[in-house]
C-alpha cells in the first residue's frame, strides 16, 4: 500500500500564519458550496497541517477562524438547525498514526476497542434526510454543522434515498450524496448541452447539483447511508434502540428500511476486531479504489459499540470515536498544455492530453487519455485549461474536465485534424474512433512490429530497424510479403550477413506454423486483442469459418456483444486480400486442438468449446500476478493465458467477484490482496503447475 507523506506547509510567521487561514477557508468554502476550489485536496491538507503546527507552536495567537478549530466547511450556514451536530472527522495518513489513534482512544475509554467497523470514505457530500412516518420530508446539508441549508427541493433525484421507507418509522438518515463516474459524465454532457459550464469533477459536480434550485434539467445522484439517528419524534422505544445500537446493526438496519448503503458496493462496511484487521482492510479497499464506479478518499474507522462511542464522546469538530484514514490523493489540477494525435498500428488516430507535470500518488503525470474528438467536445476541453486530472491504480490517467471558473479567456480552441497526422490522407469520421483513410497501412511499421512481437507471430530477427530498413527498401508493403522475401533480397540490406538472413528465414518459416490465434492477433482486428482473438479462433476453429460468420454467429464468441460483431466482420472482409496472401504464403490459418462449430440448430454440446467441460480448469475464471517459478519460469504471461485457455479456464488480467482462481507468484502485491479480500482461492504457481500438468510442454 502506498502510505500517504502529507507534509506540511510551512509557515515561518504570524502574517504569513493569517494568510494560511485565510486561503485555507477560502478554499474550504469553496470547496463546500460547489467544489470549485482553486486547491486541490492535498494542497489544502498540507496548509491545515501547516497551519496545525504554526499553532500548537503559538497557541495564544490562534484564528478564531483557523480550520483547525472549527466543524470543516463552515461556509455555508443555512437555516435549518441539526438535532444532532452533523461533525467532521479527524484524520490519520499511516498505519503508525492509524495506531496511535487507537492508543488514544483506548486510553480515553479505559479498554481497547474490540469492534470497528470499516467503511470506505465516500467522496460526496453529507445530507441528513428526513423521514416522518417512513416518508422523505426534508433534505438538509452539513452547512456549518450546526444548521444546514434545506436542498429537500433534490428529493427525489437521489438514487437510494427512497421517497418512502419499509417500515412507517420516524427516523433521520445521515449519509453521503455523490455522483458515480457514468452519473458525472452524464451530467457534464446535460449541462454543457444547456450552455452551462463543465463541472471539474463528481464531488463539485454532486455539489453544485444538489444545491441548484431552478435547472432546466434534473441530472440523477447517488446516495450512500452511513448514519441512522431518531429525530424529535420518533417514537420512544425506537429513539431508545437506536441511541444503543451498534453502528454495524444501524447500517444493516437502514439496509432493511430501503436506504443505500455500502453493503451493494465491492467495499461493504465491514467489522474487524483487532488494529491488524482494520489496516488489511484499509489495504483491501484501497486495492480496490481505481475499479469502483465512484470516488472515496479514504476509509472511516469508527467503534462499532453504542457504549463505546458513548465513552469516547465528541469534541467540538469530530467525534473521538471515529477517524478517516485518508489515502493518496488521485485528482490534482493542472494545466493542458497541447493535444496530441497520435496515428495507431490500425490507423486510428487518438487525441492525447498533454500536461503540465504533476505528481499524483507518487507518480509524475504528463499525458493523459482523451479517448476520441467527440469526448474532447463533451469535457468542453480548451488550450491552455486547467484541467482536474485522475490517476488511480494502473490506469490510464484521464482528464475529468477542465476547472472552468479558472478560465482567464486566453485559451483556445483544439483543432481537430483535417488528413491524418502521419501520412496526409483522408481522415473517415464516420464513427466515434477517428481512422486514417490509410487504415492499418497508414503506419505500416507499428503494425508489422506488433504482428512479429512475442505475443503474435514471434519472429525473432525482426526488430524495429528492421522493418523500416526492409520498409523503406520497398521490399516490404504488408504482413503476407514477409514471408516471400528471398535470401538475396535479405542479403542485400546493410549490415544483413548470412547468419542473420538464415537465422531470420529460418524464424519466418517457423513463423508459417503458429496457431489460427496468433496469426489473427497478428492482423490487428480493431477491438481483438490476445485473449479475443484466442476466444474467436478457439470457437471457429479454422480461418474459413471465421470469415464465414456473419455479425450474429461472431456473437457466439464469448465477449462478443452487438456492438463488436459488426465491426469485427467488417474488418474481416476489409482484410481479406492480406489473409489470402497470408494463406497463399503458407501461413497457417487453424487453430490445433479444435473442431468447427456444428450448423447452426444443432446441439452445442458436440461443439469444440463444449468438450471443455471435461478440462482441469472447465468454468474457471483465472488470474496469474507475480513472476511464475518452476515449470512455468520461462512462460510469458501471453503463454501462460494460451495454457489456461488450453486447459479449458478463461484468463484475465483483474480480479473480481467472478474470478475463480488467482495464480500468486513471487512479488503479487494488489491482485493477491484483492483475491484475499474477496475470498478467492489462490494457488502458488508450483500449485498450479500441477493442477494442469496434462497441458504443459
Ligand atoms: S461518519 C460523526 N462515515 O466524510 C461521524 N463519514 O471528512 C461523521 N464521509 O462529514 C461521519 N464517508 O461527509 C462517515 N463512511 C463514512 C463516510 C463519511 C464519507 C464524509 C462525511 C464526513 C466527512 C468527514
Redesign the pocket.
Known amino acids: 500500500m502506498t502510505v500517504m507523506t502529507t507534509s506540511a506547509a510551512v509557515i515561518e510567521d504570524a502574517a504569513a500564519y493569517a494568510q494560511a487561514v485565510e486561503d485555507a477557508v477560502k478554499a474550504a468554502a469553496a470547496y463546500y458550496a460547489g467544489g470549485a476550489s482553486p486547491m486541490d485536496d492535498d494542497a489544502y491538507d498540507r496548509l491545515v497541517r501547516g497551519i496545525a503546527a504554526w499553532e500548537a507552536a503559538h497557541p495564544e495567537q490562534v484564528l478564531p477562524n483557523s480550520p483547525t478549530g472549527k466543524v470543516?466547511g463552515g461556509a455555508l450556514v443555512g437555516e435549518v438547525p441539526h438535532t444532532v451536530a452533523?461533525?467532521?472527522?479527524d484524520n490519520v495518513f499511516s498505519p503508525e498514526e492509524f495506531t496511535a489513534w487507537t492508543a488514544s482512544l483506548a486510553r480515553r475509554i479505559g479498554h481497547d476497542v474490540t469492534c470497528f467497523s470499516v467503511?470506505?470514505?465516500?467522496d460526496g457530500?453529507?445530507i441528513a434526510a428526513r423521514y416522518t412516518h417512513g416518508r422523505l420530508r426534508q433534505l438538509i446539508t452539513?452547512g456549518d454543522g450546526t444548521a444546514g441549508e434545506d436542498v429537500s427541493h433534490a428529493i427525489g433525484t437521489i438514487d437510494g434515498l427512497p421517497d418512502q421507507l419499509a417500515e412507517p418509522v420516524t427516523v433521520e438518515v445521515?449519509g453521503?450524496v455523490l455522483m458515480t463516474t457514468a452519473q458525472f459524465e452524464h451530467a457534464n454532457e446535460v449541462r454543457t448541452r444547456h450552455g452551462g459550464l463543465p463541472f471539474a469533477n463528481p464531488r463539485g459536480a454532486a455539489a453544485g447539483t444538489l444545491r441548484a434550485k431552478e435547472r432546466a434539467y434534473t441530472v440523477p445522484m447517488t446516495f450512500f447511508g452511513?448514519?441512522l439517528l431518531p429525530l424529535p419524534d420518533t417514537e420512544p422505544e425506537l429513539a431508545a434502540l437506536l441511541g444503543h445500537t451498534a453502528h454495524s446493526s444501524l447500517m444493516a438496519r437502514a439496509g432493511e428500511l430501503g436506504v443505500n448503503t455500502t453493503s451493494s458496493t465491492a467495499v461493504p462496511g465491514i467489522t474487524a476486531s483487532t488494529v491488524g484487521e482494520v489496516l488489511t482492510r484499509v489495504q483491501g479497499i484501497a486495492a480496490l479504489r481505481a475499479e469502483l464506479p465512484f470516488g472515496i478518499d479514504g476509509v472511516?474507522i469508527?467503534a462499532d459499540l453504542a457504549a463505546d462511542q458513548q465513552a469516547a464522546g465528541s469534541g467540538s469538530r469530530?467525534?473521538r470515536w471515529?477517524i478517516?484514514y485518508k489515502l493518496p490523493a488521485v485528482e490534482k489540477i493542472t494545466r493542458l498544455l497541447e493535444v496530441e494525435w497520435n496515428v495507431g498500428r490500425t490507423g486510428i488516430i487518438a487525441p492525447r492530453a498533454v500536461l503540465e507535470p504533476v505528481v499524483i500518488d507518487g507518480a509524475t503525470v504528463t499525458y493523459a487519455t482523451l479517448h476520441n474528438p467527440a469526448d474532447i467536445t463533451r469535457r468542453d476541453l480548451r488550450l491552455g485549461d486547467h484541467v482536474m486530472v485522475y490517476r488511480a491504480g494502473d490506469v490510464i490517467p484521464r482528464v475529468e474536465a477542465p476547472v472552468a471558473h479558472l478560465r482567464t479567456g486566453d485559451e483556445q480552441p483544439i483543432a481537430f485534424p483535417d488528413v491524418c497526422p502521419r501520412c496526409g490522407a483522408g481522415i473517415d469520421t464516420s464513427e466515434q474512433r477517428w481512422r486514417c483513410a490509410n487504415g492499418r497501412n497508414c503506419h505500416l511499421v507499428a503494425s508489422l512490429s506488433y504482428a512479429v512481437g512475442r505475443d503474435q507471430l514471434d519472429i525473432e530477427g525482426l526488430g524495429h530497424t528492421r522493418i523500416v530498413q526492409l520498409v523503406d527498401a520497398g521490399l516490404v508493403a504488408d504482413l503476407a510479403d514477409l514471408f516471400t522475401l528471398t535470401r538475396d533480397q535479405l542479403l542485400g540490406l546493410e549490415r544483413m550477413g548470412a547468419t542473420s538472413t538464415d537465422n531470420l528465414l529460418a524464424a519466418l518459416n517457423a513463423a508459417r506454423n503458429q496457431p489460427l490465434s496468433r496469426v489473427l492477433c497478428a492482423l490487428g482486428v480493431r477491438g481483438t486483442g490476445r485473449s479475443m482473438s484466442r476466444r474467436i479462433a478457439r470457437y471457429f476453429a479454422t480461418m474459413d469459418h471465421i470469415r464465414a460468420a456473419d455479425a450474429e454467429t461472431m456473437q457466439q464468441v464469448e465477449g462478443i456483444g452487438t456492438e463488436k460483431a459488426p465491426s469485427i466482420v467488417a474488418e474481416l472482409i476489409e482484410l481479406a486480400p492480406l489473409i489470402d496472401k497470408l494463406a497463399a504464403a503458407g501461413v497457417n490459418m487453424t487453430e490445433p486442438g479444435t473442431a468447427p462449430p456444428t450448423p447452426a440448430g444443432t446441439d452445442s454440446a458436440d461443439t469444440g468449446e463444449a468438450q471443455t467441460a471435461d478440462l482441469p480448469l472447465a468454468e474457471m475464471a483465472v488470474v496469474v500476478t507475480g513472476s511464475m517459478t518452476g515449470p512455468l519460469e520461462k512462460l510469458s504471461r501471453n503463454q501462460m493465458n494460451e495454457l489456461i485457455e488450453r486447459a479449458g479456464g478463461r484468463s484475465s488480467s483483474s480480479v473480481s467477484k467472478k474470478t475463480t482462481l488467482v495464480v500468486a507468484g513471487d512479488g503479487a502485491g494488489s491482485k493477491r490482496a484483492k483475491a484475499e479480500d474477496l475470498g478467492i482461492r489462490l494457488a502458488t504457481p508450483d500449485e498450479f503447475a500441477a493442477l494442469i500438468a496434462d497441458f504443459l510442454d
Open positions: 470543516a452533523m461533525l467532521s472527522l467503511e470506505p470514505k465516500l457530500l453529507a452539513r445521515r453521503e452511513y448514519g472511516v469508527k469530530a467525534p471515529a478517516a
